[in-house]
Nanobody
């Protein structure tokens, strides 16, 4: 199974971004999918998770500006980030929850004016 994130880029503070995650290989539709991020000098952390039936969950620190969604027909997961802040600058990854597959390259999100 490979999970590849895309959609990152340079965004001004206050802007929005939508990240996409495409899956290839055998992945079970009943598995939880998630978005993670790793900021420079920090550990990778969970940003959002979603169950197979679309139930979403977020760590308390991530509630409010992040929205995860999935399209089971496309085997894809998305992350909408609104009101971006400089501290959101990080490499964003998608994986299962818990992260049992190999990490892909991720997609870099840079928030700067």
């Amino acid at each position: 199974v490979q999970l590849q994130a895309s959609g990152g880029g340079l965004v001004q503070p206050g802007g929005s971004l939508r990240l996409s995650c495409a899956a290839s290989g055998n992945i079970f539709s009943d598995e939880h999918r998630g978005w993670y991020r790793q900021a420079p000098g920090k550990q990778r952390e969970l940003v959002a998770g979603i169950t197979s039936d679309g139930t979403t969950y977020y760590p308390d620190s991530m509630k409010g500006r992040f929205t995860i969604s999935r399209d089971n027909a496309k085997n894809a997961v998305y992350l909408q980030i609104d009101r971006l802040k400089a501290e959101d600058t990080a490499v964003y990854y998608c994986n299962l929850v818990p992260p049992t597959t190999a990490w892909g390259q991720g997609t870099l999100v840079t928030v700067s004016s």
